[in-house]
């Protein structure tokens, strides 16, 4: 009996660490910040997707995990501008799970860096996030999009760093699930995965 419970508690040992060093929270090809980060190419050119996405209200089309987005300011700033603020809402009611962003920086055609802040009914939080959407031209008729999440300056404690690996499996899914409803909507066709509350 011992024994077995030996090697169970090897095996669960095993396996965290194993879930723990593959979790996809690592060093960038773009930078040398640690984040998780999901790209893909779209039969689309890179201008097309960049207007998609710079409306908040697309979201509702190609998110699973956001019902909906808010802008809070734009009345001041453009949606999708720096300067931006928006408030993410994961449920259409505006109960639950919610996030407040401010676009930071934006290079037209390029990139989008936006803070995470205000994190509500979240099991975890951390502060100092930022994500970025980067699109890079293929072909005239094709680009890369990548969705990635990391902390500001690279700049996070053991804590913080245990709870994105933890959590990082969930984000790069839904990194990948958005793009591929992205994917399907740019190229003419349904999204492929529905949102869920």
Same mark, same amino acid.
């Given at each position: 009996?011992?024994?077995?419970?030996?090697?169970?508690?090897?095996?669960?040992? &095993?396996?965290?660490?194993?879930?723990?060093?593959?979790?996809?929270? /690592?060093?960038?090809?773009?930078?040398?910040?640690?984040?998780?980060?999901?790209?893909?190419?779209?039969?689309?050119?890179?201008?097309?997707?960049?207007?998609?996405?710079?409306?908040?209200?697309?979201?509702?089309?190609?998110?699973?995990?956001?019902?909906?987005?808010?802008?809070?300011?734009?009345?001041?700033?453009?949606? /999708?501008?720096? /300067?931006?603020?928006?408030? %993410?809402? %994961?449920?259409?009611?505006?109960?639950?799970?919610?996030?407040?962003?401010?676009?930071?920086?934006?290079?037209?055609?390029?990139?989008?860096?936006?803070?995470?802040?205000?994190?509500?009914?979240?099991?975890?939080?951390?502060?100092?996030?930022?994500?970025?959407?980067?699109? +890079?031209?293929?072909?005239?008729? +094709? %680009?890369?999009?990548?969705?990635?999440?990391?902390?500001?300056?690279?700049?996070?404690?053991?804590?913080? /760093?245990? +709870?994105?690996? &933890? &959590?990082?499996?969930?984000?790069?899914?839904?990194?990948?699930?958005?793009?591929?409803?992205? +994917?399907?909507?740019?190229?003419?066709?349904?999204?492929?995965?529905?949102?869920?509350?």
């Amino acid at each position: 009996m011992k024994k077995t419970f030996k090697i169970a508690l090897l095996i669960l040992v &095993a396996g965290l660490l194993a879930a723990y060093f593959l979790a996809p929270f /690592g060093k960038s090809g773009i930078d040398d910040k640690k984040s998780v980060e999901y790209s893909m190419q779209i039969n689309v050119s890179r201008d097309s997707a960049w207007k998609y996405l710079s409306n908040s209200n697309s979201a509702r089309e190609w998110s699973v995990f956001v019902h909906h987005i808010s802008t809070l300011n734009a009345t001041e700033v453009p949606d /999708g501008k720096p /300067g931006s603020k928006r408030r %993410c809402f %994961c449920r259409e009611d505006e109960t639950g799970r919610r996030w407040d962003e401010q676009i930071l920086s934006v290079q037209q055609d390029s990139f989008r860096t936006i803070s995470i802040e205000n994190m509500v009914k979240f099991p975890m939080t951390a502060n100092h996030l930022e994500t970025q959407q980067i699109y +890079k031209s293929i072909s005239e008729n +094709k %680009c890369e999009i990548t969705l990635r999440l990391y902390y500001i300056g690279n700049n996070f404690s053991f804590w913080d /760093g245990l +709870k994105t690996r &933890a &959590a990082a499996y969930t984000i790069q899914s839904i990194f990948r699930r958005n793009l591929e409803n992205m +994917k399907e909507i740019l190229e003419g066709r349904k999204r492929k995965y529905e949102w869920k509350e």
